[in-house]
């Protein structure tokens, strides 16, 4: 299996642009996480799936973040409208089970300007 | 104060040296990982436990549930171990849902 999956790797975009984040988790794995990470407050969960049912979305920081996951083999994160302040770096993860070993992407690295 | 806490912050060391990073949490858990994440960004997911100790060649994680405590120790350290390692806990799934939460981080600098 090639791992998890994430696209673009790099996006850089302007204030008010809708960006999308793409994830394909690893094949039979059950779970999915949106993780992003910044220097200020390192690594935060974002939200996860389990099943392809939003679980717990309570880390999404507002209603401009927004993420689905319509079949097993695809998440997508989506930040409508982007401001500067959501720039950093998105990373999925993806396990067989729920809080089992996570496997990670390579991440999504963003910048708003 | 956060609910997971780990130490030290920085850590340089000479290769060869066996180095230590500790992890304190605050809140009752189901499981407890730790992860590295390199220079370049990727995070790789070193261990997870939820009692006593793992082994994966030089690295070692140990953790006591009674004190809330997890240690990850590396043997005969190496320049390719400089990284950053992030201990996470998962909450008890009778708590609060059962969301993970993330040290600060523990940068580690092998120098040869």
């Known amino acids: 299996d090639a791992g998890v999956i994430q696209s673009p790797r790099h996006e850089v975009t302007e204030m008010g642009q809708e960006v999308t984040l793409r994830c394909k988790p690893i094949s039979g794995h059950n779970s999915l996480f949106w993780y992003r990470q910044t220097m200020m407050r390192g690594l935060e969960l974002l939200i996860y799936?389990?099943?392809?049912?939003?679980?717990?979305d309570s880390g999404m920081p507002e209603d401009r973040f927004s993420a689905k996951m319509p079949n097993a083999s695809f998440s997508t994160l989506k930040i409508q409208p982007s401001e500067p302040r959501d720039s950093a770096v998105y990373f999925c993860?993806?396990?067989?089970?729920?809080?089992?070993?996570?496997?990670f992407g390579q991440g999504t690295r963003l910048t708003v300007v | 104060k956060n609910e997971v806490e780990q130490s030290p912050q920085n850590l340089t060391a000479q290769e060869g040296e066996f180095i230590t990073i500790n992890c304190s949490y605050s809140v009752g858990i189901s499981a407890l990982h730790w992860l590295q994440q390199h220079p370049g960004g990727g995070i790789v997911s070193l261990f997870m436990?939820?009692?006593g100790k793992k082994k994966h060649g030089r690295l070692i994680a140990t953790i006591n549930i009674q004190e809330k405590h997890s240690s990850l120790h590396i043997t005969a350290s190496h320049p390719r171990d400089s990284a950053v390692y992030i201990c996470a806990v998962a909450k008890n799934y009778g708590g609060s849902q059962g969301n993970l939460i993330f040290g600060k981080g523990t940068k580690l600098s092998v120098k040869p």
């Open positions: 993860a993806s396990s067989y089970r729920l809080w089992g070993e996570a496997f």
């Open positions: 436990l939820s009692s």
């Open positions: 799936f389990n099943n392809n049912v939003p679980i717990d």
